[in-house]
Each structure stands twice: as structure tokens, then as C-alpha cells.
């Protein structure tokens, strides 16, 4: 249903038509067409939590940085609905893949004194905690594992000695993980996040931002699709990895597995990755 308020103020026209587009977990999105020939982003739902768009339109503000990512355009936003220019459905660039690799090293570049972030914000309609925290290591193992044993839904799903599991892999996590700068995160930077912008460069949507591990990042980013070669040589150029990252992709996954297991009342599939993981790791 069209709502006219969407658009309200914005010297857009009316709204004549939305077509909804695909992806999202928290709310329903539409590419809407007006009056005067526009097209916008509206995300709405009901029943969100009502910081969750204003939380939205900060992380993308943080991301919005010189010589990283395009990010859409907070064009209002209100407790129920957010509008945002759109980015249409462009082609890749021929240097899409490179051009995203040294993006996401720009953004990794920008990094902070502790590990967390100003303000809790979402992933999905889960609060993520974001206290400022010294020690990387204690910060992941606390905020991005173990706080998901506290979520019925996810203790419920995982046997007794998974969740064992996972306490002994958040405290050997000095032994797992290198230590790692603060950095910038967008948070839940899966392929369906990242799209071409209306010039054909690569750009972000819909973040869940912190300062964390750059690692976390390539974690969700790798693991959902294949990438080019020429993004990670892109990447390194800007940003070097310390040797072994890759094989420590799936224990920074951890922590988006279960988040969907402590939004999934029925899981059973990744229920199964996170036992594999965990047992790999343990």
C-alpha cells in the first residue's frame, strides 16, 4: 500500500507506484516511482523498534567516508519508515572487484582507540551490544559469541556440549585470533549488501556498524559468495592480512550463524555449521 507521508517535504512528487525488492530481514522495501519521474528506497514495517531506522541512518553516515564505499542518501526517516535515494540497478564496473577491495580497505583504515562503538545499534532485529572495550579478544568473545547464550531461542537450539564448546573457544580466543586494530566495520556485509552504485562502483546498504576486527568483515563477505582474486590483491595493496586469515574465516562467522539461530526459531541447518565450526576450533 502506498503511504503519501513517505515522501512528504521532499519536493519528489507523489507516490504512484512501489515494487518490492528482494533481501532485508527487518523490514519490508520497495522502489518507488513518482509523480515527477523520481524513484526512492522506502523501507517500512510495523512493529520495529523505534531507533532502529534512525540507528540505520547513523551507520550509514559512519560508512559515508572519502575513498570508501558509496552509500545511499538518507533522503527522512521516521520510527516507522525509512527513505533512501536509490541506487537503482546498474551494471558492475569492468573494475567493480578491485575498486571494492580498496573500498573496504579504506574503511578498514579508519579505526578507533577501543573496540565497540558510540552508541548499541541492530543486526537484523537483534540488539548488538557496542560498549567501548580495550581488549579486542574479550570484546569479541563477550558481545559477538556469548552473548547468544543468553537468547532463548539460540541456548535452546544448541546441544549442551556445543554451548560448551563454544565458552571454550571464546576463552582461547588470544590463541586463535592475531590481535587486529579497531577498525571501522560495516557489520553484516554480505553479497546482498553490497550492489553497484548508479556509476557502476561498488556500494553498501543496510550496516550494523562497529570498530572490530577487519577480519570479521571478509568473514561474512567470503563465506556468502566467491570473490575475485583481484578484490583480496586489491585489499592487500591497501590493507596487508596477517598469514592464516583465511582459514580463521569461519570461527569469525561464529558470531552470524548465531545470530540467525537467535532469530530462527528453527535452525537446524545452521545449527549444524555452528557445530562444525565449533568442533574444528574446540
Not at 52 to 63: K, R, S, W
Not at 133 to 155: I, S
Not at 254 to 262: F, G, H, N
Amino acid at each position: 500500500m502506498l503511504d503519501p507521508s513517505w515522501l512528504t517535504g521532499l519536493a519528489l512528487g507523489d507516490p504512484i507506484a512501489a515494487n518490492p525488492l528482494d533481501g532485508g530481514y527487518a523490514s519490508k522495501t520497495y522502489r518507488v516511482r513518482t509523480t515527477l519521474g523520481r524513484s526512492v528506497v522506502v523501507k517500512t514495517q510495523d512493529s520495529l523498534p523505534p531507533d532502529l531506522y534512525y540507528l540505520e541512518a547513523d551507520g550509514l553516515n559512519a560508512l559515508r567516508s572519502t575513498g570508501g564505499f558509496a552509500v545511499p542518501e538518507v533522503l527522512r526517516m521516521t520510527p516507522s519508515f525509512i527513505v533512501l535515494s536509490d541506487l537503482g540497478t546498474s551494471e558492475p564496473s569492468p573494475t567493480y572487484w578491485e575498486d571494492a577491495g580498496r573500498a573496504l580497505a579504506a574503511q578498514h583504515g579508519q579505526t578507533a582507540a577501543e573496540f565497540g562503538y558510540h552508541q548499541d545499534n541492530y543486526l537484523g532485529l537483534l540488539p548488538q551490544r557496542n560498549p567501548w572495550t580495550a581488549d579486542g579478544h574479550a570484546f569479541y568473545a563477550e558481545h559477538r559469541l556469548l552473548r547468544f547464550l543468553e537468547l532463548p531461542t539460540c541456548h535452546d537450539q544448541l546441544p549442551p556440549e556445543d554451548r560448551r564448546r563454544l565458552e571454550r573457544v571464546a576463552g582461547r580466543l588470544t590463541d586463535l585470533i592475531p590481535d587486529q586494530p579497531p577498525s571501522l566495520l560495516h557489520g553484516d556485509l554480505w553479497h546482498g549488501n553490497l550492489l553497484p552504485s548508479p556509476t557502476g562502483s561498488p556500494a553498501v546498504i543496510d550496516p550494523a556498524v562497529y570498530y572490530g576486527w577487519p577480519e570479521a568483515d571478509l568473514a561474512t563477505l567470503l563465506i556468502y559468495g566467491q570473490l575475485s582474486d583481484s578484490f583480496f590483491e586489491a585489499y592487500e595493496e591497501v590493507h596487508p592480512l596477517t598469514p592464516g586469515w583465511r582459514d580463521r574465516l569461519p570461527l569469525l562467522h561464529l558470531r552470524e550463524l548465531l545470530s540467525i539461530t537467535a532469530q530462527t526459531p528453527e535452525a537446524a541447518e545452521t545449527v549444524g555449521e555452528i557445530h562444525t565450526i565449533l568442533k574444528n576450533f574446540d
